[in-house]
Nanobody, 124 residues
Framework: QVQLVESGGGSVQAGGSLRLSCAAS????????MAWFRQAPGKEREFVAT????????YYTDAVKGRFTVSRDNAKNTMFLQMNSLIPEDTAVYYC?????????????????WGQGTRVTVSP
């Protein structure tokens, strides 16, 4: 069983930055894709970014390209999301997830384990 714990959320003004962390335990994730999703109030959970086990492959949703950077430290079993130039539309609960089995990297249905989420609020 994989446990994922997100941290780093908070409230910032537009234009600010936050760095989210996702610490994994119970399983070594160094060969697994990990991802960030987010869910805004009243909306479906949506894909934000994903990173391969080695860190060499990354994908982002268009809305965050150029502003967000996903990375990982396999020695610490941890993934990060650096969020810069935040806008109010980035307000959401951010979830990290791990994909153990084959599946589309940007589909929430492909991910097998999820964290509890960390809230990000961006004010105008």
């Amino acid at each position: 069983q994989v446990q994922l714990v997100e941290s780093g959320g908070g409230s910032v003004q537009a234009g600010g930055s936050l760095r989210l962390s996702c610490a994994a335990s119970g399983h070594t994730v160094s060969t697994d894709y990990m991802a960030w999703f987010r869910q805004a109030p009243g909306k479906e959970r949506e894909f934000v970014a994903t990173i391969s086990g080695s860190g060499s492959t990354k994908y982002y949703t268009d809305a965050v390209k150029g502003r967000f950077t996903v990375s990982r430290d396999n020695a610490k079993n941890t993934m990060f999301l650096q969020m810069n130039s935040l806008i109010p539309e980035d307000t959401a609960v951010y979830y990290c997830a791990v994909k153990i089995y084959p599946g589309s990297e940007d589909s929430k249905a492909s991910y097998d384990f999820w964290g509890q989420g960390t809230r990000v609020t961006v004010s105008p």
